[in-house]
C-alpha cells in the first residue's frame, strides 16, 4: 500500500508564491520519477514539471523560469516551488510517483495523490 500525501495549496494574489510537497510511505523499495500534474476545470489534466531520481528535471513551456520542482531521496518527498503565479495556473495540482514496492521489485506502478487546490486570484 502506498500514499502520496500533498500539502501546500491554497489561495494566493498573481505573482505571489506556493511551495507543494508530496512526501510517499508504504511499502517502498524505490522511487523512479516523480512530477506534477495540474487540472483546470474544462480542461484535460497536463504535465508541470517531472524529475528523475538522479535529478534531471522537465517543465511544460507555461511554467519555465517560474517554476521548479526538486525532490528528497531520503524523505520520499518531491516540491514545486511555485513563483510568479498567474490566474491561469489556477488548476488542482496532483503528484505522481513511478514506484517499486519491496514485495514486487519487477514492476514499477504509477501512483497519484489526491490532489490540491491552488488558486491565484485577486
Known amino acids: 500500500q502506498v500514499q502520496l500525501v500533498e500539502s501546500g495549496g491554497g489561495l494566493v494574489q498573481p505573482g505571489g508564491s506556493l511551495r507543494l510537497s508530496c512526501a510517499a510511505s508504504?511499502?517502498?523499495?524505490?522511487?523512479?520519477?516523480m512530477g506534477w500534474y495540474r487540472q483546470a476545470p474544462g480542461k484535460q489534466r497536463e504535465l508541470v514539471a517531472a524529475?528523475?531520481?538522479?535529478?534531471?528535471?522537465t517543465y511544460t513551456d507555461s511554467v519555465k523560469g517560474r517554476f521548479t520542482i526538486s525532490r528528497d531521496n531520503a524523505k520520499k518527498t518531491v516540491y514545486l516551488q511555485m513563483n510568479s503565479l498567474k490566474p491561469e495556473d489556477t488548476a488542482v495540482y496532483y503528484c505522481n510517483a513511478d514506484i517499486r514496492l519491496r514485495d514486487s521489485p519487477w514492476i514499477r506502478r504509477e501512483y497519484w495523490g489526491q490532489g490540491t487546490q491552488v488558486t491565484a486570484s485577486s
Open positions: 524529475i528523475t531520481e538522479g535529478g534531471d528535471t
Open positions: 508504504g511499502n517502498i523499495l524505490s522511487i523512479n520519477n
